[in-house]
């Protein structure tokens, strides 16, 4: 008999996105999804949106969805978790969002142990407003504010918010992944799920990174976009697990 | 074997699909669609193993995958 190996999942609307051809964020709101649907969630989610390119995402998930001020995710977060421990709470945020603006709300939540989800796209770029520096943008890396690249005297090193975080008692499970081939995909879904089974069964605040392909702003086309990320990206930024309390 | 339903309103031709499928079995449509993008269809003559790479890589969530 016909079994359906791979189905769009539940917890996606029907509604095409505005992303660029090849962006990493669709393949990450569906892994959230896939998160959602595999633990049974959908009526019991709340996401919080940042702002970036992924501001809209309330209309591709199929849960109630709340949008942050820029940077103010895991403030947001905070509130309704504590509020209603029922629920399972994650946050979507971008580089600008996470580790620039909102920096300090996200070592605070972090080190208070919020029981949330934080699901950091790394993509080296502010993408929505047209590739900017993010505090992750390579050394090296052209972006329209260091058009003759990222320059360490400069603007310093890109910030490593797995290895940060992984330092703060409140952190329960921080990993990062990448999106750039399917064995990496199934990577990142595997830590995904753990992020969320991680939050269910109260352990503290769980982390993801996400090493994401911005292909527009980097001028490069979908699939050079994904080599890019995983000759340049993942060799600054290492793969793996940093912290896993139930490990 | 195997068999893909792509959702062609939903491709935005990125094309990744077309380079994680190790069996050539996704090729580019000659027609637009709504988006104003080439989407991707199956290619004829080749086989689906089910794997599913085209579907883990797709950005858009537009391709189910079925085995049997
Ligand atoms: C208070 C405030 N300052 C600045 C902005 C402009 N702004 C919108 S998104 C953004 C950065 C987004 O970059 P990132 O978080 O990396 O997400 P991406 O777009 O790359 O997914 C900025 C600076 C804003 N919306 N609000
Ligand atoms: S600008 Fe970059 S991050 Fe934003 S939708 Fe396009 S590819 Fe994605
Ligand atoms: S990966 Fe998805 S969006 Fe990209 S070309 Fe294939 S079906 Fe279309």
């Known amino acids: 008999m016909e079994t359906n190996v791979f189905k769009r999942p539940q917890a996606l609307t029907d509604t095409p996105t505005h992303y660029c051809p090849g962006c990493g964020h669709g393949v990450a709101h569906r892994l959230v999804a896939e998160a959602i649907d595999h633990f049974g969630l959908r009526e019991h989610t709340v996401g919080v949106a940042s702002a970036g390119c992924s501001v809209m995402m309330y209309k591709y998930f199929d849960v109630d969805t709340i949008e942050a001020a820029h940077g103010r995710a895991l403030a947001v977060a905070t509130g309704i978790k504590r509020t209603h421990p029922e629920l399972t709470v994650f946050t979507y945020q971008g580089d600008g969002d996470l580790a620039s603006i909102g920096l300090a709300e996200t070592m605070h939540a972090a080190n208070r142990g919020e029981k949330v989800c934080v699901i950091f796209i790394n993509n080296a770029v502010y993408g929505m407003t047209g590739g900017q520096m993010a505090p992750t943008t390579l050394l090296g890396m052209k972006t329209s504010t260091t058009p003759t690249g990222r320059s360490l005297h400069r603007e310093g090193s890109p910030l490593k918010m797995a290895e940060l975080l992984s330092k703060l008692d409140g952190v329960a499970f921080c990993q990062r992944v990448s999106l750039h081939d399917p064995d990496q995909v199934y990577e990142a879904r595997e830590a995904i799920f753990r992020a969320f089974e991680a939050q269910l069964e109260g352990l503290g605040f769980s982390f993801v990174e996400v090493l994401s392909a911005c292909g527009t702003n980097m001028r490069m086309k979908p699939s050079d976009a994904q080599k890019w990320v995983a000759n340049q990206m993942c060799q600054a930024y290492p793969l793996g697990v940093f912290k896993d309390d139930e490990a | ?68």
């Not at chain 2, 990125?14 to 580019?28: S, T």
């Not at chain 2, 080749?46 to 995958?65: L, W």
């Open chain 2, 1 to 68: 074997m195997g068999r893909i339903v792509i959702n062609a309103a939903l491709c935005k031709g990125c094309y990744l699909c077309v380079e994680a499928c190790r069996k050539k079995h996704i090729e580019i449509d000659d027609h637009l669609n709504a988006q104003d993008c080439y989407p991707v269809r199956e290619a004829p003559n080749t086989e689906c193993t089910a794997c599913p790479r085209c579907a883990t890589v797709c950005p858009e969530a537009a391709i189910e995958v079925f085995h049997d």
